[in-house]
């Protein structure tokens, strides 16, 4: 840059006007803005370096500045950057140009996990192993899938990437701004299933009804488990799926299954705390949930209404797609040692 200054006063004190020093240093990266600045600047100061800047001097952001911030990222990553700022006594944007440019940390957002011990890990890893075992490459295209999930009338919202574009707050309309919540909304219990080529139709829970043994096998394996492999299968084999729930898990549950002559996951079976492996869990139900629950509903039947129609309308193709990550995402648990996978 000093070396293209000098170039143009030397032009300049030739005779040359701006236009034709930028015709002639046209080569050298030369824009219009920097040949007038420059010819001003030694027109002031009878020079080409730059005029000594007024406000508070940048902070120099030292060795020891670098160490320190890195010694309290690393007793706590959670800490306050204004608090350190303060601590440090330095200017907030300078911690935050060493924290982001020099030391190049990112700021990260916290997530909600499943609870893993090490007895759970370690049951999880073997159980994965297991299914690898047991489940051929097509065997998995057999498995019907299941669980349960609770959705109340509000509003669905991801605090994350739910935006909204606007000059100001203030031209947003209230029920675009805000979305509303209440102490207990109205609720409802959803049972449903679904396999790479089929889905059951979906089950409501009535209000007040605890699901034990015996309310899970009448109110959902009867209706739509007993005869999936003729409704869903075309009578060919398949697998039976679900978690390690009290009422999956009993022995009542269990004796009913292989009374029907029902191949299914075994309590021992399934890995535990593992909703990361259920399709149903990982995309499926939030798909439901956005699509039904786009706008809050006025009525528990509205809720309904909108379940079972976007439930219908949901595309095999996404339901397809999700199960088949299943096969992945329990080689993902395999070669993670057990450890979280997203």
Same mark, same amino acid.
């Given at each position: 840059?000093?070396?293209?200054? *000098? ?10 006007? &701006? ?8 080569? @050298?990266?030369?824009?219009? /803005? ?20 007024? %406000? ?9 500045? *670098? $160490?320190? !911030?890195? !010694? ?13 700022? $303060? ?18 940390? $990112? *700021? ?17 890893? @073997? ?35 739910? +935006?909204?574009? *606007? ?15 209440? =102490?207990?909304? =109205?609720?409802? /219990? ?15 829970? &009535?209000? %007040? ?7 899970? +096998?009448?109110?959902? #394996? @009867? ?13 060919? @084999?398949?697998?039976? =799926? ?11 549950? =269990?004796?009913?299954? +292989? %009374? ?14 593992? &909703? ?11 798909? #439901? ?6 706008? &809050?509903?006025?009525? #528990? ?17 996404? #339901?397809?797609?999700? !199960? ?19």
């Amino acid at each position: 840059m000093a070396d293209a200054r *000098s170039k143009i006063i030397t032009n300049y004190l030739w005779g040359n006007t &701006p236009t034709e020093i930028l015709k002639k240093l046209k080569h @050298e990266k030369v824009n219009r /803005m920097l040949v007038y600045r420059t010819i001003k600047r030694y027109k002031e100061t009878s020079g080409i370096t730059d005029k000594a800047r007024s %406000g508070r001097p940048p902070i120099a952001r030292s060795i020891r500045l *670098s $160490k320190a !911030v890195r !010694v309290r990222v690393a007793r706590n990553p959670r800490r306050s950057m204004r608090k350190m700022a $303060k601590e440090l006594e330095i200017n907030s944007e300078s911690l935050r140009k060493l924290v982001y440019q020099d030391l190049r940390l $990112k *700021s990260l957002k916290r997530k909600m996990v499943h609870h893993l011990t090490p007895s759970i890990r370690q049951k999880r890893l @073997e159980r994965c192993k297991g299914l690898l075992r047991r489940l051929g490459t097509q065997d998995f295209e057999k498995i019907l899938f299941s669980d349960e999930k609770l959705f109340t009338v509000e509003e669905a919202t991801n605090r994350q990437n739910d +935006r909204i574009l *606007s000059t100001t707050a203030k031209d947003i309309p209230r029920e675009v701004k805000f979305v509303d919540r209440v =102490q207990k909304p =109205q609720s409802i /219990m959803v049972s449903g299933g679904v396999t790479a080529n089929s889905r059951t139709n979906l089950i409501f829970i &009535p209000k %007040g009804v605890k699901i034990n043994s015996e309310t899970y +096998r009448k109110l959902i #394996l @009867e209706p739509e488990v007993k005869d999936a492999g003729h409704h869903l299968f075309k009578n060919q @084999e398949w697998i039976f =799926q679900q978690d390690s729930a009290p009422a999956h898990a009993s022995n009542a549950t =269990q004796s009913w299954l +292989r %009374g029907q002559n029902i191949k299914f996951l075994s309590k021992t079976g399934w890995p535990p705390s593992s &909703p990361d492996l259920n399709p149903l869990d990982y995309s499926v139900w939030g798909n #439901l949930e956005k699509r039904a629950c786009a706008k &809050p509903h006025k009525s #528990l039947a509205s809720l309904l209404n909108a379940l079972t129609r976007e439930w219908n309308n949901m595309p095999q193709e996404d #339901l397809r797609a999700a !199960v088949l990550k299943f096969r992945t995402r329990i080689h993902s648990v395999v070669k993670n040692k057990s450890g979280y996978i997203e």
